[in-house]
């Protein structure tokens, strides 16, 4: 047969690596594991047999197959550990004990034994023996699938012992390597000393043999192995015993953290307990292989554990030799909670002329040339990466007259956010001496994930500190610069009240689909950028609000009776003072009656002196004897000088089309007819309604709440263009005098009042 | 050999499922569908061959192997129909191909043929034939896993025509199922006449053969099959092309619906377009087998694709020759938010006198005879199934007195919520002639699901309908009697002013996962029952928000300086008014001078007295000689006669403990120092926070906003008790003269003015 290494040159889809890591150095970050050429796979027996409700072993072992076939594809070299014999042939072996039985049960009939039969006793290295060459026979029928050829190695831990024997097996796997095989890797159970009898393996009295963690250590370090993964039942590694409060899954794994570690009792299959896989996992770390400790049964996960490990995602434990400098994202997340409830807790007269925000606006003057030349920096690295467009690099821009208007952005919302915490809403005297307030609190701990643009960073920064909240940001690579200078200056501000952890920025190599998952340490995640960026992260967001909106496709209704000269500008300034916006136009809808009148023809004009590209709706399309191009679809945002027309028989034809192809965002008529417009601002359910202005003016600074955290279109919390008062929610004080319910009950000498208590400033702003 | 079905009666999860349907009639619900018994699962070749990013077709086909295993297990009779053996040969004479040209490459060197290798032209038939072995080898491997023997059947279409072949292909089939082998049918692709080229395998010019859909739905007939599963790469079928605007997955297609599909072009691999699908659909549905056409190939769902269909889920279309009558629930959620709009929309003044709500109110004591003697059906038959607690037979129970109560909180609630819809919160005036104003509003469509309790209905109704917002209601089946007539009443008051659509009581028999999925028609959850209901819920919403508290872990601090009497009070009526509420408190922080004197003395008695169960914290144990069982963990919700005690420090202690172990519900302080009261009501970070009072005030109706629709712990929207408030949102209303953006930048005419607008009634309330 011609060699298969002449058959790997030709496979397209196997493409090279970059050359492998010094030997005896283990990866510093995650992000490095990408590199990792020579990959040691390890299945625990968990992994390799025991089924669960949502996919059995058989699917399970099958997606680890597909991953390691596709990585072995890529140029890596894969090797699998893999544990699973014993109750493979137990299986197997039951099989033929209860057709023997069965025959047994027929001789002596009348004898109930079938309590008996059901757990028959089986001997552990029997059962292995008879389950390796089933379980071969699997690996081997599936990796076929992927054109690779498997290799059986049956090892003894002895044989790394015998200087020989390890040369031998050394040699030989190198040779397997070489020819693009995988070698598949079990203990050889057979010929090990009788087992103990235990009963973890689920319902049958079987026996364990010797744990595969230390044999896999082994070998990782002996083929100068670059990562070990080892598969099992757990998540990973706990600081303590799982499910005890509090226990935390540990991200990464420092040699030294030893001692923080409580380990509880061993898994219940296969006898490496977590203490005996973290042993081998530091064994493997000291000899030069990074190691990774994950669950390949969750089934969540296990299409994409391997693969998701090698991208560098937050799988698992990683161990790593080097502690890097700094806080971990969730010690960064519980900083900031902490240092936030102080900041919430300054009182209002703190927050006044020496205020937080007041200071950070004098920094931002006062340290301007540190900002710009950091800014100089990002910017000069952007362009000469040449991956960004001019449209970014202006957006990445900072100047002088940029900052001076930021600072007095800050000194406004400083005044005008005076007391926005800790505010009275409402206040009802329950019954005497027991009365309530409902008042605004901070909701907690925000994420703020933005692209490009470095002024966000201060903006958001003040409007957090405004409303008492902590803050975790997260900006762009593009920007580090500019951010990490602007970050220094707030948490210079902040220290004024001692609170200088409360924003934190957020290491740029953390990824934004893992900050996502912080779920029980983040409050409400705010996106600021394209609404790409927006829509990903609603996908990845798990249990976490995500204040925001990923689609503005806004209307405007020209209606019959419409001034000519209001349509012109409302619908130009709609479309084409910044196409780009959420709030530009994206569908003019025209009355009927206008065909064919001055008005229309107008309109047409004006969009055509603007080069706006026009595309029909299907019902304009059938008017028209001339076509210009017809819509895909009427939901299109074009986010450029497009728009698409369409012409409506009437007001309700128009909310009618609204409802339907519209995000609810902002929507516009242009009419004479007060009471026509009165009802579309009534029927039309978006977050903005307008009447003869500009769609453009959904925005919060033209709305007069100072600065803005985006536009919400949901239909919860904050709707529209959202300040301070999204960030804030309420709780309820109630101050009694030992007050009971059971004295309100038939038999109780209390009453219930419920008198409305008139506050002295009612108005929500 | 010892025959299979000695050993299939052996196997102990092998159970038997109850007779097959009458011959001849399919299933005409999806609920019915676990009583299939014989199933013929059918494979398209996308779904055995394509892998795709997320794990690649070998995992999708053992996943789709486990679960037919596991059906068959169940005591089902299974087939499959399977496609893939072209592709399978493809890939295998590929490689052969690519081997020996390899050879001729190195033979020609210097001539670059890389480009052709890569595509070699494969026929069809040659492939089917190459790839038809070593498809079954994978079949057998995997099946094997489950002791489950396979057989396999090679039939052309024409095999039907033929009656001898035909009554043979008929013994043949019935004597493996009665043996209890998995048949698993293809096409004899190699004796069927030559193809015509195509290029629907990807990259790949080769040819397709006859497509398996016909061929399935002939061989469900034939045999008898009460269900055929048809899995390729579509979700199932749309009532126009997929991708076009409002492209809509059918749930269930009846024969009659055919003129209303507009049907796209075929799917990429396979010539079976969804025409073909369907037709053949149409034929095992008239021949008395079920049908029901679905992904395959969706990794979010190919684990369970199979066993979600048996068990009665909605997964892709289900073909039914009965149309049941009343509208689906996707029609309701539509209604619903149809005449919503319309009951929004209603002017204040029909909300006042003739108000919908009052004439409910009205209703609910006219029809109390019907009411009551539906309720007592109701009662009866939860009586005598045996199933249910005296518990929850009591919360079933309406009485003549209830119905009276609920009456007047009606009366009281249409009085107290005249304008809480159209409400004007804030007023800006933006510029000269440009005002905006920031309006209450309906949140849309609510789905609150609801047990036991029939008394919910109105209550939520009226709140619903108070706030203009559509509902749908999904009781329990064991108040279904109560409910119809409930709902029939209020449907009755909504006509009044034409919208009884408005609100719609759900069929007991939709699945509240199911309805937890319409995202796009339902814009908040609320449920209203255990919490683990609300748990199920919370994990079931994709993309709603869902409006509840899963946990309830309230605390009751007792300070140093607490008066005994009000201590002893409070703690007494938290934990002993209502213990399984969940505004009682679980655990009670003790300060550490209070030990050893009276007060900690008669707590103790008292809760001993009131039969109080005490579990020790770590700390409050460490004091004791004498030892009471210490918790587990310091977030148990006992939600019966328990509580945990443990001691604190101080204050900080207490905020911290609490901070750290509670669920952010409702926490209390004891205590007569003012000044550490107010630290703690500003520290402690939960819904609600008490001074000398019972947590058991955290309830909608105690703080005074009339009816509840439960209590939230989330951190935005609403927080604590929710009433009307929660079920409303804003909407921004900005009414101009023609106004651009334009005007108002540095060139333009206009300037912001932002001025404040007093209103006249500003309290929220």
Known sequence: MFPRLALGRLLPSRSRLSPPRPHGKSFIHRSELKQAKRIVVKL????????????????????????????????????????????????????????????????????????????????????????????????????????????????????????????NLNSTLHELLRMNIVPIINTNDAVVPPPVPSSDLQGVNVISIKDNDSLAARLAVEMKVDLLIALSDVQGLYDRPPGVDDAKLIDIFYPGDQQSITYGTKSRVGIGGMEAKVKAALWALQGGTSVIIANGTDPKVTGHVITDIVEGKKVGTFFSEVKPAGPTVEQQAEMARHAGRSLASLLPEQFSDASIICCLAELLTEKKDEILTANKRDMEMATSSGRFSQALINRLSLSSSKLNSLAIGLRQLAVSSRDSVGRV???????????????????GVLLVIFESRPDCLPQVAALAIASGNALLLKGGKEASNTNKILHQLTQEALSVHGVSDAVQLVSTREEVEDLCRLDTMIDLIIPRGSSQLVRDIQRAAKGVPVLGHSEGVCHVYVDSEAAIDKAIDVVRDSKCDYPAACNAMETVLIHRDLLRTPVFDQIIDMLRTEQVKIHAGPRFASYLTFSPSEVKSLRTEYGDLECCMEVVDSLQDAVDHIHRYGSSHTDVIVTENEETAEQFLQQVDSACVFWNCSSRFADGYRFGLGAEVGISTARIHARGPVGLEGLLTTKWVLRGE???????????????LHENIPLPQGVFS
């Not at 809403?425 to 909701?443: F, G, H, M, S, Y």
Request: charged share 20%; net charge neutral.
């Open 44 to 167: 625990g027996s968990a992994v390799v047999t025991r089924g669960d409700e949502c996919g059995l072993a058989l699917g399970r072992l099958a997606s680890i197959v597909e991953q390691v076939a596709m990585l072995q594809n890529q140029g890596r070299e894969m090797m699998i550990v893999t544990s699973g014999a014993v109750a493979f042939g137990k299986q197997r072996l039951r099989h033929e004990i209860l057709l023997s039985q069965s025959v047994r049960q027929a001789l002596h009939s009348g004898q109930n034994q079938l309590k008996d039969m059901s757990v028959p006793v089986l001997e552990a290295r029997a059962c292995a023996a008879a389950g390796q060459s089933g379980l071969m026979a699997l690996y081997e029928a599936m990796f076929t699938q992927y054109s690779i050829c498997t290799a059986q190695i049956l090892v003894t831990n002895l044989d790394f012992h015998d200087e020989q024997k390890r040369r």
């Open 738 to 752: 030992g007050h009971t319910v059971a004295d309100f009950s038939e038999q109780g000498s209390m009453k219930y």
């Open 425 to 443: 809403l409402r206040k009802t005297r329950v019954a005497n001496n027991l009365d309530l307030e409902q008042i605004t609190v901070p909701i």
